[in-house]
């Protein structure tokens, strides 16, 4: 007949297994947040400051520094009907989805295409010095994800990564203040042993900020 208590919500988070983007170009760096910093500090490289390269530079999705052949994709898809669409590795940027100017900007050594295949337990360390993109990308270690790269395609994530990126996402712009009830499907969905006491850590500390978490389970332990 009502709903009591309502007031004190400042809103209810769905945390799903619903894929993080439907094409390729959604990844774990987009989707959190941490590749327009990655970007920034690109810009500020040698080479970047001497061609006056800007953050859009070291975009796929932006004409100017993606490769033009594959258009920033990587490989060239050809649709067939009646059968699953085929993907060849583009013969000119060789899958890197920069041109060879752009690649020739590095950050201590490493290409903006090296970043986006990097895993994301070495993301840490290699990010550790600038704190803005380093504790996002500890989330993704926390919760179990350190084997996932930071530009890996969210067409090759399953429903139980997909959700534990969505949870990372909430865990990397925890706000005390406002009271948000989050809700989750089966999150222990094909994880080890290990991996879910990892991520009964990670939703304590939603609950540790003051927030309530609701999570629909059958595993025994997590109950």
Excluded: W
């Amino acid at each position: 007949d009502g709903l009591e208590g309502a007031g004190h919500v400042h809103k209810v988070v769905n945390i799903d297994q619903s894929p993080i983007g439907r094409n390729s170009r959604s990844n774990p760096a987009t989707y959190i947040g941490f590749y327009d910093t990655i970007r920034e500090l690109f810009t500020r490289t040698p080479v970047a400051l001497e061609r006056g390269y800007k953050a859009g530079r070291f975009s796929f999705n932006v004409k100017g520094g993606r490769c033009e052949e594959c258009q920033g994709e990587g490989v060239i898809r050809t649709q067939l009907y009646f059968m699953p669409d085929v993907e060849v590795t583009c013969a000119v940027c060789k899958g890197a989805r920069f041109g060879a100017e752009t690649l020739e900007a590095t950050l201590r050594g490493k290409t903006i295409t090296d970043v986006l295949n990097m895993p994301v337990e070495e993301g840490v360390a290699f990010f550790a010095d600038e704190p803005a993109v380093s504790k996002k990308i500890e989330v993704l270690n926390d919760l179990g994800l350190g084997y996932l790269t930071l530009g890996q395609s969210a067409t090759t994530l399953s429903g139980g990564e997909a959700q534990r990126i969505k949870i990372a996402t909430e865990l990397s712009k925890l706000q005390r203040s406002k009271h948000t009830v989050y809700i989750l499907d089966e999150p222990t969905t094909g994880l080890h042993l290990a991996d879910v006491e990892r991520l009964l850590e990670c939703l304590n500390r939603l609950v540790d900020a003051g927030h309530t978490v609701l999570a629909i389970e059958h595993h025994l332990d997590v109950i």
